[in-house]
């Protein structure tokens, strides 16, 4: 009897290295969060605000700030607060890539296991060390956070892979594309926000007063904790600029055509929210952008095929869009209820304009500009060119034979209007007089012809009964001789 076939599941060489470096990670960014919470606590102890907090409401507070970090909820008096420190989550996104470096010697599917790894270690540390906090619902981000490290060190050294075969090229030129196109819509994002904060500053001086900042401490407090906000800042200004717009509460909109004319929270960074609506002529900034990429994407990331180069671009824009899906998703925010319950930019709408302004135009770029589309479109040209060349000679001689005829007629024309000698006169004239009597003499033989006709048959009709009669009266032999015939 033949052996069955056994499959077997064993797990990759090197996992353990990479769920240590999921572990790892976790822990690091829960103790820096903690840390800078405790030096908070420390430095701002002496304010009347603070007498009622101990040290187990800090380190409560950075247990619920950590579960905030990977996307978690926290409660208080039935109104749910969410806000993500996005700057903290790309922080600990950098320090999952560099922990899996110990997994470069081993399969690449090792780097995946510090996915569970950092979600069972996050778990642990929101549920232990937060007050307000609910653990499971930073499940989302717990999983994201490691799984984009990984695919980062995963994606970094197959893009290293020269020897990959040429087919495979497209997929890590794709990858390289879309990161440089991630990365430079985070920078005009940037210089969006730098101008935002620019022009805002007075109010947002304004609501800093608001707050009561007694000392240097109190102002760096405050102004670090937004700072961890960068990249939810830079989330809104993109966008605005992209024409979707985002909330400041549930019934404020702002965007390029809306200008949003409700009350605002009292956060600083908020001061700078644009308060006119210029129009929808700032969408040609990302347009722009997207172009340069194009041209970018035609000269350093060719190839040789149009479906390659076609694939390579596909990649490209699916990588912008899951990218600007969820950093819009993670710079989304409720801060109360009713009226903040939801702030941050509608994630939706915000991702179809940027992959279409972005995405889109570098990709059509790219395709117009390759040597295999400008052959096409040549080729194209040329037999229209040859088809017009043929109808217009058709055209010209169709005009040359309708003027031929044309000119033919004018002559026959010319001919017949022109006037007669006096000799060719008199000859015609015979000649129609001679006609004339020529018509009157047939019309008279017409009209006798019956006549004469009809006169002859009854003349031949008389001759031929006195003959018949006369012959069957003077042959009575011959009428005897019929009669015995017939009996």
């Not at 822990?27 to 187990?56: C, E, H, K, Q």
């Not at 304004?206 to 960068?230: C, K, N």
């Not at 295999?372 to 043929?390: D, F, H, I, S, Y």
């Amino acid at each position: 009897m033949p052996d069955r076939a056994t499959i077997r599941v064993a797990v990759p060489q090197g996992w353990a290295r990479g769920a240590l470096a999921g572990i790892e990670a976790a822990f690091a960014g829960w103790a820096l969060i903690t840390v800078f919470t405790m030096i908070a606590y420390l430095t701002l102890r002496s304010n009347s605000w603070m007498n009622d907090t101990t040290p187990r409401d800090a380190l409560g507070l950075g247990g619920d700030l950590w579960a905030a970090v990977i996307g978690g909820t926290s409660v208080v008096g039935d109104v749910h607060y969410r806000a993500i420190p996005t700057l903290m989550g790309a922080l600990l996104i950098v320090l999952v890539r560099i922990l899996l470096r110990t997994t470069a010697g081993y399969p690449r599917s090792a780097a995946l296991f510090a996915v569970p790894g950092f979600l069972l270690t996050s778990w642990l540390l929101a549920g232990a060390s937060g007050i307000y906090s609910h653990w499971w619902t930073g499940t989302l981000g717990a999983i994201l956070i490691p799984l984009i490290g990984s695919v980062w060190f995963v994606a970094s050294g197959y893009s290293r892979d020269n020897e990959a075969p040429s087919m495979q090229h497209w997929i890590s030129g794709g990858l390289k594309l879309g990161g440089l196109s991630v990365l430079a819509l985070v920078a005009v994002s940037a210089v969006a926000s730098v101008i935002a904060l620019v022009a805002g500053w007075s109010r947002m001086a304004g609501i800093q007063e608001i707050l009561g900042a007694a000392s240097g401490a109190d102002t760096a407090f405050i102004v670090g904790a937004q700072l961890l906000f960068a990249p939810t800042v830079m989330a809104w200004a993109a966008s605005w600029w992209s024409g979707a717009g985002f909330l400041t509460a549930t019934d404020s909109l702002h965007s390029p055509v809306v200008a949003g004319t409700g009350p605002i929270p009292p956060i600083p960074l908020l001061g700078a929210v644009p308060e006119t609506a210029p129009g929808m002529w700032v969408i040609l900034a990302p347009i722009m952008l997207g172009i340069g990429l194009g041209v970018v994407a035609s000269r350093s990331f060719r190839r040789e095929h149009l479906l390659h180069q076609t694939a390579q671009g596909v990649l490209s824009s699916v990588i912008v869009a899951s990218v600007t899906a969820l950093w819009m998703w993670s710079a989304t925010m409720s801060m109360g209820s009713v009226r903040l319950s939801s702030m941050g930019p509608r994630v939706g709408w915000v991702t179809l304009a940027l992959v279409l302004e972005v995405a889109l135009p570098a990709l059509i770029i790219a395709l117009a500009s390759h040597p295999t589309t400008r052959a096409l479109l040549g080729e194209g040209a040329g037999r229209v060119r040859n088809e017009g060349e043929a109808l217009r000679r058709r055209a010209a001689e169709r005009a040359s034979r309708v003027g031929a005829t044309a000119s033919v007629a004018d002559e026959a024309w010319a001919e017949a209007s022109e006037p007669e000698e006096p000799g060719n006169a008199d000859v015609s004239a015979d000649e129609a007089e001679d006609l004339e009597a020529v018509a009157d003499a047939d019309e008279q033989d017409a009209d006798e012809m019956p006549e004469d006709t009809s006169e002859t048959a009854a003349e031949d009709a008389a001759d031929i009964e006195p003959v018949q009669a006369e012959g069957d009266e003077e042959d009575p032999e011959a009428k005897a001789t019929r009669r015995e015939g017939l009996n």
